[in-house]
């Protein structure tokens, strides 16, 4: 066996057999030799149940599940698997089959055999790139390519050799090869996509699963178990004609659970059918004949199994691909609005202070008048109210504040569009008077509410009006105004919201990378704003455009639909 | 004494009326508008007086270009600027166009008090050398030119002698003059006249 090398992965490959990862030289070697063995052991048991009876040292068992069992060992590990093959081939020739052939005779059909199926699996894994989780329809196509080629070199060199050494006569050639290679076939068809596929592949068993698919299983097996008993309870000619009964339940088992589903219910039924078949005493010509069915219903159900699972798969990709999409946006829009509200800090903290100004100046008043003897009670009565109402106020900008910062996954609801519009503008009203811009709502009264989440409409709103702020007073223009307008328009029924101001208008170099990611005219902006408008505005099932470039009477527009079927 | 008022000025009108409210019940008379440019309008007058105070950031005028604007028209209303903004270089600005302080908000009421009276004590000094100052100029007037001759040579520290012999009048006539001269102008004694003639500028201190 090669020593430790690249291939340490793949030594390590086998997890459901080989138990855990073993770090030291000496116990990854042991754990391999306990691979090896219990390979050799299934191989060799197998073997003894499979077989029936041996023509002229040919062993001629109906089929050969022990080699699809060490072949994927060698497709998934490599060529050192073809040991275990030809140790488990002379074991079973000497031990179990009790074969009269003389030892060198034996050694060589091990070597062959081994050699035959080392060489398909190496070129499987080398030049074939067969990927063993068996994913892809190709895979599975490469996997039985391969094992029809491995069976057909088998079989023509162990003819060849048995031919040479005088075991065989011509005559004898084709009367036992058939079998032989429909036996290996189908073996390796069976077998090893079942064990790639349930052996070798680390997976997590949730027994709750399980437990739920049991009463599935059992109706395939019942299936299965009625078309066999249909099938070689009936006269020889007639059993042939009934065994399209078992593509029913291989076919709905690959439907409904993949190439899972394929596998298992495949060999569920070669083994319920070498079994009956053995009971009812149907002799070898029978069996290949039937095993030449079985190749075909096989075949079907692997690749009907494999393109399910792949459809499967891909579905279930997409759905975790839009997942993530869906929690990154979200996460761009609350480092967008983090970004927002940090430009807009020192706008907001003058926002609270001065409420904060009239709280404190009123409570001293009415401290004052409490504090002198005969003092007008009812004013200090009425200086304590309006201190609260300011008190309010500031506690409000705080919590829409927070409120606007603090939510990461979209949140729908029913929104009424006004005042979701005054909530936005309060937020950004402190900082535009700060620059002395001049923002007005003109809203019509027929506004509709619409469905979708608030925090990001208003993120919407408040990017476009900040955006307005930014290009009047960085053109250095005295008097700023900007007026947000939404309107209820039918054909197709939505609501248009447009940010207008008399800045100094959009470029046309601007204007073509508007909505790209990171292009911005400000010195210190991202340059996320308007593309997150715009995925914000797309994911709610409307649109973000720029309606006038025009200096003086630059408009932004925004339109959600009314039609609730197209809100997310 | 006319009547002193505080002129509050902020656009904000929580911030203006809460001000207000606090400065009457403290026993101010308290006009508040909102902003520099009504105020400049409606309340400047020459014969108002007291103390500004006017929110830094207006719309309009704002509040250091009020206390420059002030300057100019020679208007001595002192300003005590406030601002929710408050940074070292706008209490620099604010200080160096002659704010009579530079307050952050939200205001400290004692700190807020303070620089009023200190502008409006400022104020009423100002105010009594102004009247005085208006009561010796009537004075001076008073005196016929033969007197304000012989009260320039006074206080340049000639005797009645040599004024006498100067002006080619009797001693005694010069004395009598003399007489009249610190009737007039309510002087005790020489030395309070040449105090006089230096406040009145005819003789340099």
Redo the contacts between chains.
């Keep these: 066996m090669k020593p430790i090398s690249s291939e340490e992965a793949a030594l390590r490959g086998p997890p459901g057999v080989g138990g855990a990862l073993l770090l030291t030289r000496t116990s990854l070697l042991a754990a391999n030799a306990a691979v090896a063995s219990m390979f050799l052991t299934a191989y060799v048991a197998l073997e003894w149940v499979s077989f029936i009876h041996e023509y002229k040292g040919v062993p001629v068992t109906p089929w050969n599940p022990g080699l699809g069992v060490v072949f994927a060992l060698m497709v998934f590990v490599g060529s050192r698997g073809a040991f275990v093959l030809f140790t488990g081939v002379v074991t079973a020739e000497i031990f179990v089959l009790q074969s009269k052939l003389e030892w060198p005779i034996v050694i060589g059909v091990g070597a062959l055999t081994s050699l035959s199926y080392a060489l398909v699996a190496a070129v499987a894994r080398r030049h074939l790139h067969l990927d063993v989780g068996l994913i892809h329809l190709r895979d599975v196509l490469v996997l039985l390519a391969v094992g029809l080629a491995g069976a057909a070199i088998d079989t023509i060199l162990l003819a060849a050799f048995l031919l040479v050494f005088g075991q065989l006569d011509m005559r004898d050639v084709v009367w036992a090869s058939a079998p032989l290679l429909v036996g290996d076939i189908i073996g390796i068809a069976v077998m090893t996509p079942l064990l790639l596929r349930f052996v070798f592949r680390r997976r997590e068993i949730v027994p709750r699963r399980l437990l739920s698919l049991a009463p599935e299983g059992v109706l395939y097996v019942a299936m299965i178990g009625a078309a066999l008993s249909a099938i070689v309870g009936s006269e020889s000619l007639h059993g042939f004609r009934l065994f399209y009964l078992l593509f029913v339940p291989v076919v709905l088992a690959a439907v409904r659970h993949g190439l899972d589903g394929a596998c298992l219910s495949l060999a569920v039924t070669q083994f319920g059918l070498i079994g009956l078949l053995h009971l009812s005493g149907y002799d070898a010509r029978a069996f290949t004949e039937f095993q030449t069915l079985m190749l075909v219903l096989t075949a079907t159900g692997l690749i009907v199994g494999v393109v399910v699972s792949e459809r499967q798969s891909s579905d279930r990709l997409a759905r975790e691909a839009e997942a993530r999409l869906k929690e990154k946006e979200a996460g761009a829009a609350q480092a967008a609005r983090f970004n927002l509200v940090s430009g807009m800090a020192?706008a907001l903290?003058?926002e609270i202070?001065?409420?904060?100004?009239?709280?404190?100046?009123?409570a001293?008043?009415a401290q004052?008048?409490l504090r002198t003897s005969g003092g007008d009670v009812t004013?200090a009565d009425s200086?304590l109210t309006?201190?609260i109402a300011?008190i309010d106020?500031a506690a409000g900008v705080v919590r829409r504040m927070r409120d606007f910062l603090r939510r990461g996954r979209p949140h729908v609801s029913t929104i009424d569009t006004r005042s979701m519009l005054e909530e936005a503008l309060t937020l950004v009203r402190a900082e535009a008077?700060?620059n002395?811009v001049h923002v007005e709502l003109d809203a019509s009264d027929d506004l509709p509410a619409v469905h979708g989440d608030r925090i990001q409409l208003e993120q919407v709103l408040l990017n476009l009006v900040r955006n307005a702020i930014e290009a009047i007073t960085g053109a250095g223009q005295s008097e700023g105004y900007i007026r947000v307008v939404a309107r209820r328009l039918a054909a197709p029924p939505r609501v248009e919201i447009g940010v207008l101001d008399n800045g100094p208008g959009v470029d046309d170099q601007l204007a073509n990378h508007l909505f790209d990611p990171l292009a911005t005219s400000k010195e210190e902006g991202l340059g996320l704003g308007l593309p997150i408008c715009v995925s914000i505005v797309e994911s709610h099932g409307g649109r973000v455009w720029l309606h006038s470039r025009d200096a003086g009477a630059t408009e932004f527009r925004f339109s959600l639909p009314l039609d609730q079927s197209e809100v997310p | 004494m006319p009547v002193q008022t505080i002129f509050v000025i902020d656009d904000h009108e929580s911030v203006r009326d809460a001000l207000g409210e606090m400065l009457s019940v403290f026993g101010f008379t308290v006009e508040t508008y909102d902003s520099a440019d009504t105020f400049l309008l409606q309340a400047i007058d020459q014969r108002r007086s007291g103390c500004v105070v006017a929110d830094v950031r207006m719309p309009g005028t704002d509040g250091i270009e009020l206390v420059r604007e002030l300057g100019r028209r020679k208007i001595a209303l002192p300003v005590v600027l406030i601002s929710g903004h408050a940074d070292v270089p706008m209490a620099v600005a604010a200080i160096k166009s002659g704010a009579e302080d530079f307050i952050e908000k939200p205001v400290d009421d004692t700190q807020l008090v303070a620089a009023i009276n200190r502008a409006l004590a400022r104020t009423f000094e100002q105010q009594d050398l102004r009247k005085s100052q208006e009561a010796l100029g009537l004075k001076f007037a008073r005196l016929t030119p033969r007197q304000v001759e012989i009260f320039d040579l006074v206080v340049q520290g000639f005797t009645s002698h040599a004024i006498a012999a100067k002006l080619n009048l009797s001693v005694r006539t010069v004395e009598s003059y003399r007489a009249e001269i610190m009737e007039k102008m309510q002087a005790e004694s020489v030395a309070v006249l040449v105090r006089q003639a230096i406040r009145l500028g005819r003789i340099a201190p």
Excluded: D, G, K, V
Excluded at chain 1, 353 to 362: E, F, G, S, V
């Design positions: 020192s903290a003058h202070n001065q409420p904060m100004t009239a709280a404190r100046a009123l001293r008043s004052h008048i004013r200086n309006t201190m300011h106020h008077s700060a002395q």
